[in-house]
Every structure is written in structure tokens, then in C-alpha cells.
């Protein structure tokens, strides 16, 4: 997901293109093909809606100096929180600071955890 994300940023290809190309790298199973698929598709249909709600989250902080890769990590979590009620939040917030860890900086699963927990306080009175 996060990597479809990433290329989509710096590809003139369809997004149907990039999924394909990545569910060609891997060995995934159909049902988790489709799920990323509509994630996506969800992401990338709401991307100004969801940097909306990003750049309301943050603190102390613009936008523009959150990296690419930290935005898709919030991108993607966000739009599962808001288009996918049947995934409980925690286990949402949970999925992106292990994502984070693995593919950002060391602080980035500190980070995306505040701005994930913060929409959640401020948007939908849920706590992480």
C-alpha cells in the first residue's frame, strides 16, 4: 500500500498500473490484492481531504516538512479510519507505527501515533 502510494506521487501511470505492478511483487493473496486495491483507490480518491485533516492534526508543525512517506502512512490510516468503520481504530494506529518504523525515520512512529491519536481526540472523540 505504502509503496503504491509513494509511486503514484512520481508516476504519470494509472493507479490500476502501480497496483498491479506491486501485487506482481509480491505474492499476495487475492482477498489482501483487493483490500489494498480499495484502499488506494479510497486514498487517492480523498488525498486532499485526508492532507486536509492532516495539516489540522499537526502541531507545531507544516505540512510541507512532513515526508512524503510519513504523509501516506497518515493518508492511508486516516482514510481506513473514516471509510472503514468495521477496522477498530486502535488496531488502524497500530498497523501505521509499525509501518513507520519499518519505512520512515526512527522518530516517525512517535509521530504518526500524536497525529493519528490527536485526530482521533479532536474529530471523533475516540482515544487510541
Known amino acids: 500500500?505504502?509503496?503504491?502510494?509513494?509511486?503514484?506521487?512520481?508516476?504519470?501511470?494509472?493507479?490500476?498500473?502501480?497496483?498491479?505492478?506491486?501485487?506482481?511483487?509480491?505474492?499476495?493473496?487475492?482477498?489482501?490484492?483487493?483490500?489494498?486495491?480499495?484502499?488506494?483507490?479510497?486514498?487517492?480518491?480523498?488525498?486532499?481531504?485526508?492532507?486536509?485533516?492532516?495539516?489540522?492534526?499537526?502541531?507545531n508543525w507544516e505540512m510541507e516538512r512532513v515526508s512524503l512517506v510519513d504523509r501516506n502512512i497518515l493518508r492511508f490510516a486516516l482514510c481506513e479510519m473514516l471509510y472503514f468503520p468495521d477496522i477498530p481504530p486502535k488496531v488502524i494506529v497500530n498497523e501505521a507505527i509499525e509501518v513507520a518504523h519499518k519505512y520512515s525515520s526512527e522518530d516517525a512512529g512517535r509521530f504518526v501515533n500524536g497525529v493519528l491519536d490527536r485526530?482521533?481526540?479532536?474529530?471523533?472523540?475516540?482515544s487510541s
Do not use: W
Open 1 to 59: 500500500m505504502l509503496q503504491s502510494l509513494y509511486e503514484a506521487e512520481f508516476s504519470d501511470s494509472p493507479g490500476e498500473d502501480i497496483l498491479a505492478h506491486q501485487a506482481r511483487r509480491r505474492a499476495s493473496a487475492d482477498e489482501t490484492v483487493q483490500y489494498a486495491r480499495l484502499l488506494f483507490c479510497k486514498t487517492l480518491e480523498n488525498k486532499e481531504h485526508l492532507d486536509d485533516i492532516i495539516r489540522a492534526a499537526l502541531e
Open 119 to 126: 485526530f482521533l481526540k479532536q474529530f471523533r472523540g475516540v
